[in-house]
């Protein structure tokens, strides 16, 4: 029995596995595109709808100005404002609610591409690598966490970095190297930081353990290489990514979430020991997080019952050290996962680096999901195991567990509750309604009958040729993830809203920063009133509104210390801009009871109190004229006919300059946190600026030399090609 199609089929056959299939599975996502939902909707979608805007006219999104008084949105890692994929599809395309769809598809297609190149790199079969690239591309967390796209960004990559990192070492390749050094680059500037951490302790270990190897038996050449490439990956890595890393790092003190977490903050999105039931019954969380002690999106691990079946056959058979340490850190990887219900989340917490910014634990089950998909691929392709009766003894046993569990499950649920129809609001109705008892017994139903074909399979290969076999036995994996996508689909992922219907009201929205009135009061807050459901959160950014506040994880330090003050709302009750000569000294703390002697009256440093006459009471004779506006520059001409305070709500960061007549100054602090400019009295122009300075040459040189690796590795790969094709021929 062959475990390998015809090399001529591969590229057709992976093309079709591994782009095609995905638009097929997530097909609601562009066929009537449905709007994804969650933070989807809420956080990702708005913030890269301004980055989109942002380089459509020509302009990096250094500073967003709509979002919580201002917010340094480069700083932000989230915010994809470095990613290159975010470039690309902000300027040409601009985001939406279907293009947000695509890029989530964009990168599930990424991801099954790199895992089957990590497969084949370690030479297992194609059809093993095409079955198990499948299966990462619809595993629980790729469908659980949809909605955390900074998660799938990191899990789409992660393969690539190992695959290359593996090629770099084993065979010296600069090109290899290069591609490392990318993989890493996009999962910094693109993926959710905590995976960082989790890298950067994997790749620690393995160097630590090289190089321990190497010396104890004396292989210099081994160690100088490794030694040169990990010196040419680090060199190209640090040069592409230091723009985000310089923005990054200059926001850490300055924002909260720069500090260690408290170890209750990271205790309440675990992947519990009761969420394991996902890696046979892959929707039983739906509808209750409470009982499973975490939020539904972190709960899900399935991958298949094939997969399953083989990572239980590749255990029992498999006897190399290689594969005991895979399962021992695979092992090691879920107790991390598990948080509080073990200790060794707690040990790593206090005492291990940077485990204390990590803020769930449930991230781990990725790298979960990663093990047992290399140990399954052991398991896969032996063909000694296939043809012995063990894949069918294990496919019989977790049947037999199967129904057991189900059997439980009926005698306590007494009666089975089915869903009035396939819809999404149906089935997030009917998972709102059902008990956990009855999501098994209706799962059980349908994963028997999967494992009931698998069982059939698995006694007829010996009758059947090889390659029929592999294309039932793989038309039957992916019809289990199929099904499995789809179930949690409705509740996890999609919405009842269309996508089309939304972004009709983005196209009435008025394109680019349009011009707005500074003596206007806005009465704006990110919270928003259904108009854009499933985006609840941050709609203002479609809107070209300022809000007050923001639904986002990046919240700077001075912003909460006006939060903390009973005054807040009052001081930030005036326009955007707004001139004034009421001033009043700061609390001696944020938090004391502050009673404002005017409306108008901002709170100031001694400083600054020094040049105005507090006791007068003649009123303010004021005109201001907004001239100029963009994401990170306010340019008014006032008037006044007193020395007065003009106060920009926005909040201070480092790079903000004012121009008041042409002589450039810093501006100071009021308000907690907004930047003010004292003016005399007359006319005045002011120009408030962010001015990114030598960031911006770093930024414009990083991305030449990107792009410079990119033209190196295509030409590279054109010669390797025709390299083949002459080979090819003269055999």
Same mark, same amino acid.
């Given at each position: 029995?062959?475990?390998?199609?015809?090399?001529?089929?591969?590229?057709?056959?992976?093309?079709?596995?591994?782009?095609?299939?995905?638009?097929?599975?997530?097909?609601?996502?562009?066929?009537?595109?449905?709007?994804?939902?969650?933070?989807?909707?809420?956080?990702?979608?708005?913030?890269?709808?301004?980055?989109?805007?942002?380089?459509?006219?020509?302009?990096?999104?250094?500073?967003?100005?709509?979002?919580?008084?201002?917010?340094?949105?480069?700083?932000? +890692?989230?915010?994809?404002?470095? /990613?290159?994929?975010?470039?690309?599809?902000? /300027?040409?395309?601009?985001?939406?609610?279907?293009?947000?769809?695509?890029?989530?598809?964009?990168?599930?297609?990424?991801?099954?591409?790199?895992?089957?190149?990590?497969? #084949?790199?370690?030479?297992?079969?194609?059809?093993?690598?095409?079955?198990?690239?499948?299966? /990462?591309?619809?595993?629980?967390?790729?469908?659980?966490?949809?909605?955390?796209?900074?998660?799938?960004?990191?899990?789409?990559?992660?393969?690539?970095?190992?695959?290359?990192? #593996?090629?770099?070492?084993?065979?010296?390749?600069?090109?290899?190297?290069?591609?490392?050094?990318?993989?890493?680059?996009?999962?910094?500037?693109?993926?959710?930081?905590?995976?960082?951490?989790?890298?950067?302790?994997?790749?620690?270990?393995?160097?630590?353990?090289?190089?321990?190897?190497?010396?104890?038996?004396?292989?210099?050449?081994?160690?100088?290489?490794?030694?040169?490439?990990?010196?040419?990956?680090?060199?190209?890595?640090?040069?592409?990514?230091?723009?985000?890393?310089?923005? =990054?790092?200059?926001?850490?003190?300055?924002?909260?979430?720069?500090?260690?977490?408290?170890?209750?903050?990271?205790? =309440?999105?675990?992947?519990?020991?009761?969420?394991?039931?996902?890696?046979?019954?892959?929707? &039983?969380?739906?509808?209750?997080?409470?009982?499973?002690?975490?939020?539904?999106?972190?709960?899900?691990?399935?991958?298949?019952?094939?997969?399953?079946?083989?990572?239980?056959?590749?255990?029992?058979? $498999?006897?190399?050290?290689?594969?005991?340490?895979?399962?021992?850190?695979?092992?090691?990887?879920?107790?991390?996962?598990?948080?509080?219900?073990?200790?060794?989340?707690?040990?790593?917490?206090?005492?291990?680096?940077?485990?204390?910014?990590?803020?769930?634990?449930?991230?781990? #089950?990725?790298?979960?999901?990663?093990? *047992?998909?290399?140990?399954?691929?052991?398991?896969?392709?032996?063909?000694?195991?296939?043809?012995?009766?063990? +894949?069918?003894?294990?496919?019989?046993? &977790?049947?037999?567990?199967?129904?057991?569990? $189900?059997? *439980? $499950?009926?005698?306590?649920?007494?009666?089975?509750?089915?869903?009035?129809?396939?819809?999404?609001?149906?089935?997030?109705?009917?998972?709102?309604?059902?008990?956990?008892?009855?999501?098994?017994?209706?799962? $059980?139903?349908?994963?028997?009958?999967?494992?009931?074909?698998?069982?059939?399979?698995?006694?007829?290969?010996?009758?059947?040729?090889?390659?029929?076999?592999?294309?039932?036995?793989?038309?039957?994996?992916?019809?289990?993830?199929?099904?499995?996508?789809?179930?949690?689909?409705?509740?996890?992922?999609?919405?009842?809203?269309?996508?089309?219907?939304?972004?009709?009201?983005?196209?009435?929205?008025?394109?680019?920063?349009?011009?707005?009135?500074?003596?206007?009061?806005?009465?704006?807050?990110?919270?928003?009133?259904?108009?854009?459901?499933?985006?609840?959160?941050?709609?203002?950014?479609?809107?070209?509104?300022?809000?007050?506040?923001?639904?986002?994880?990046?919240?700077?330090?001075?912003?909460?210390?006006?939060?903390?003050?009973?005054?807040?709302?009052?001081?930030?009750?005036?326009? &955007?801009?707004?001139?004034?000569?009421?001033?009043?000294?700061?609390?001696?703390?944020?938090?004391?009871?502050?009673?404002?002697?005017?409306?108008?009256?901002?709170?100031?440093?001694?400083? *600054?109190?020094?040049?105005?006459?507090?006791?007068?009471?003649?009123?303010?004779?004021?005109?201001?004229?907004?001239?100029?506006?963009?994401?990170?520059?306010?340019?008014?001409?006032?008037?006044?006919?007193?020395?007065?305070? %003009?106060?920009?709500?926005?909040?201070?960061?480092?790079?903000?300059?004012?121009? &008041?007549?042409?002589?450039?100054?810093?501006? =100071?602090?009021?308000?907690?946190?907004?930047?003010?400019?004292?003016?005399?009295?007359?006319?005045?122009?002011?120009?408030?600026?962010?001015?990114?300075?030598? #960031?911006?040459?770093?930024?414009?040189?990083?991305?030449?030399?990107?792009? %410079?690796?990119?033209?190196?590795?295509?030409?590279?790969?054109?010669?390797?090609?025709?390299?083949?094709?002459?080979?090819?021929?003269?055999?």
């Amino acid at each position: 029995m062959q475990l390998k199609l015809p090399e001529r089929t591969t590229p057709y056959i992976a093309a079709v596995f591994l782009f095609i299939i995905p638009f097929l599975v997530y097909w609601p996502l562009w066929l009537h595109p449905q709007a994804m939902a969650y933070d989807m909707a809420d956080y990702f979608l708005p913030f890269r709808h301004f980055i989109g805007e942002c380089l459509q006219h020509y302009q990096f999104p250094w500073w967003n100005p709509y979002s919580g008084l201002g917010i340094p949105i480069g700083a932000d +890692p989230q915010s994809g404002a470095f /990613y290159p994929i975010t470039w690309i599809i902000g /300027y040409l395309f601009g985001y939406d609610f279907f293009t947000i769809n695509l890029d989530y598809l964009l990168h599930i297609v990424i991801a099954g591409w790199g895992m089957y190149a990590l497969l #084949r790199g370690l030479r297992y079969p194609v059809i093993v690598c095409l079955l198990l690239a499948s299966s /990462y591309q619809y595993c629980g967390f790729f469908v659980n966490n949809a909605q955390h796209f900074s998660w799938i960004i990191s899990a789409a990559w992660i393969p690539f970095f190992f695959h290359y990192y #593996r090629l770099t070492f084993l065979k010296g390749n600069f090109s290899f190297a290069i591609k490392t050094a990318l993989s890493l680059f996009m999962i910094t500037t693109g993926g959710y930081p905590a995976f960082l951490i989790i890298l950067l302790y994997l790749i620690g270990g393995h160097y630590i353990f090289f190089l321990t190897r190497n010396s104890i038996q004396k292989n210099k050449t081994a160690l100088v290489q490794s030694l040169k490439w990990t010196a040419v990956m680090l060199f190209i890595y640090l040069v592409v990514t230091t723009p985000y890393f310089i923005s =990054f790092l200059e926001g850490i003190p300055l924002m909260t979430r720069g500090e260690a977490l408290m170890k209750d903050q990271t205790s =309440f999105r675990p992947f519990t020991p009761q969420s394991a039931i996902t890696f046979l019954l892959p929707a &039983v969380p739906l509808g209750h997080p409470v009982d499973f002690g975490t939020d539904t999106s972190m709960t899900n691990v399935y991958i298949g019952l094939l997969t399953l079946i083989f990572f239980i056959t590749g255990i029992i058979t $498999s006897k190399t050290s290689a594969t005991r340490i895979l399962l021992g850190l695979t092992l090691l990887f879920l107790l991390i996962a598990f948080g509080d219900a073990f200790p060794l989340w707690s040990l790593l917490f206090d005492y291990a680096p940077l485990f204390d910014h990590i803020r769930f634990p449930s991230g781990f #089950r990725l790298f979960v999901i990663i093990g *047992v998909i290399l140990i399954t691929a052991q398991g896969m392709s032996h063909e000694k195991v296939l043809k012995s009766n063990l +894949p069918f003894i294990v496919s019989a046993a &977790v049947l037999l567990l199967l129904i057991a569990i $189900s059997i *439980v $499950s009926f005698s306590l649920q007494k009666k089975v509750m089915l869903p009035n129809a396939f819809s999404t609001e149906a089935m997030k109705h009917f998972f709102g309604e059902s008990s956990i008892a009855n999501n098994i017994v209706l799962q $059980s139903v349908i994963q028997a009958v999967l494992l009931m074909g698998m069982l059939l399979l698995l006694f007829s290969k010996q009758r059947w040729q090889g390659r029929y076999w592999y294309f039932f036995l793989v038309a039957l994996g992916i019809a289990d993830l199929f099904i499995a996508s789809r179930i949690n689909f409705p509740v996890i992922m999609g919405s009842n809203f269309s996508a089309t219907e939304l972004n009709q009201k983005i196209s009435v929205a008025a394109d680019g920063f349009p011009m707005w009135d500074a003596a206007t009061e806005l009465e704006v807050t990110s919270i928003g009133h259904g108009d854009f459901a499933p985006s609840y959160f941050n709609n203002n950014l479609f809107t070209k509104q300022f809000s007050r506040d923001s639904y986002s994880p990046f919240f700077l330090k001075l912003r909460s210390e006006l939060e903390r003050s009973p005054e807040k709302f009052a001081l930030m009750d005036h326009p &955007v801009i707004y001139l004034t000569n009421k001033v009043q000294a700061y609390p001696a703390k944020p938090a004391d009871d502050t009673q404002l002697r005017t409306h108008h009256t901002v709170l100031v440093h001694d400083s *600054v109190l020094a040049n105005f006459n507090v006791a007068a009471t003649d009123s303010l004779k004021e005109k201001i004229q907004l001239n100029v506006f963009g994401p990170a520059q306010f340019d008014v001409t006032t008037f006044t006919d007193q020395k007065a305070l %003009l106060v920009l709500q926005q909040t201070y960061y480092p790079g903000w300059k004012v121009k &008041v007549d042409g002589k450039i100054t810093n501006p =100071f602090i009021t308000n907690f946190c907004m930047m003010s400019v004292v003016l005399n009295e007359g006319k005045h122009q002011v120009i408030f600026y962010y001015h990114a300075g030598l #960031r911006q040459w770093i930024l414009i040189a990083s991305t030449c030399l990107l792009l %410079l690796f990119i033209v190196f590795l295509f030409f590279s790969q054109m010669r390797i090609n025709r390299g083949n094709d002459l080979n090819s021929r003269r055999e």
